[in-house]
């Protein structure tokens, strides 16, 4: 299965760790949605900034 997430708060004023793990998922502008696969890497970047993303199953 592959993951839909999207980017609902912004990233200003974030972490740097945060950010940079927002970019490698794609996400830039609140808005952007990007579909990711779902496995263990995956997973690990959505809960360091889950409180940033809505995930969806794509």
Do not use: Y
Not at 10 to 19: A, C, Y
Not at 23 to 41: C, M
């Amino acid at each position: 299965m592959a993951k839909e997430i999207k980017l609902v708060k912004s990233l200003i004023g974030r972490k740097k760790d945060q950010i940079a793990t927002a970019n490698s998922l794609g996400l830039k502008k609140v808005g952007d949605v990007s579909v990711q696969p779902e496995n263990e890497a995956t997973l690990g970047k959505i809960q360091k900034i889950s409180h940033l993303v809505e995930v969806t199953e794509a």
